[in-house]
């Protein structure tokens, strides 16, 4: 199985300020139709997860535009231009290819 | 609008089986695969395995193989996971979602909408 690897594990942020987060995989995720099988979903505390990026970099319905995905082949960056308060949580990006499905160890973003 | 409704909190003995509904509403049942995804206590998510709401094709992590059956029922717009031969490592908020892009499509991409999740605890 693809396995993917996300750092830092654990992001203390200031709101206002900016913060990233990467996930590698073990293979390429790009699709034989040229799209990045790369998401990444936001667990707020004691929610069920919601999905942010799709395809690698598209917000997905009302996600603030403060949130990017970028990346491409094995290496992607989630970016939060000025976090919020409201964006603390657990952040996971997980892979499609192939129809087998994994997840990475998810990044704990917590206010400093 | 659009969403998925899960069955009931299950508590259960090890060596039992328990079965998950999700209903969706607000939408065509078969126009989208579900996925079902677990998370036990503190921990992230893991993948089950899909199911074609259209078609019943069925693809599940090989941990699972064996385990789980998942199934759909169009006429009431329910898909179901079942989990056989439980232990105390089964214990967990069981998810459906629904796949963002129609079935041609295939079941590759993110996941939408969720389910409020079933919480099942195994016990002695």
């Known amino acids: 199985d693809i396995v993917l690897t996300q750092s830092p594990l654990s992001l203390p942020v200031t709101p206002g300020e900016p913060a990233s987060i990467s996930c590698r995989s073990s293979?390429?995720?790009?699709?034989?139709?040229?799209?990045?099988?790369l998401d990444w979903y936001l667990q707020k505390p004691g929610q069920t997860p919601q999905l942010l990026i799709y395809?690698?970099?598209n917000r997905a319905s009302g996600v603030p535009d403060r949130f990017s995905g970028s990346g491409s082949g094995t290496d992607f960056t989630l970016k939060i231009s000025r976090v919020e308060a409201e964006d603390v949580g657990v952040y996971y990006c997980m892979q499609g290819l192939q129809g087998r499905i994994t997840f990475g160890p998810g990044t704990k973003v917590h206010l400093k | 609008q659009v969403q998925l409704v899960q069955s009931g909190a299950e508590v259960k003995k090890p060596g039992a089986s328990v079965k998950v509904s999700c209903t969706a509403s607000?939408?065509?049942?078969?126009?989208?695969?579900i996925q079902w995804v677990r998370q036990a206590p503190g921990q992230g998510l893991e993948w089950m395995g899909w199911i074609n709401p259209d078609s019943g094709g069925r693809n599940l992590a090989q941990k699972f193989q064996g385990r789980v059956t998942l199934t759909r029922d169009k006429s009431i717009g329910t898909a179901s996971m079942e989990l056989s031969g439980l232990t105390s490592d089964d214990t967990a908020v069981y998810y459906c979602?629904?796949?963002?892009?129609?079935?041609?499509?295939?079941?590759?991409?993110?996941?939408?909408?969720w389910g409020q999740g079933t919480t099942v605890t195994v016990s002695s």
């Open positions: 293979q390429s995720l790009l699709h034989v139709a040229g799209d990045n099988v």
């Open positions: 395809l690698g970099s």
């Open positions: 607000g939408y065509t049942f078969s126009d989208h695969y």
């Open positions: 979602a629904r796949v963002i892009f129609g079935v041609v499509s295939g079941p590759n991409y993110g996941m939408d909408v």
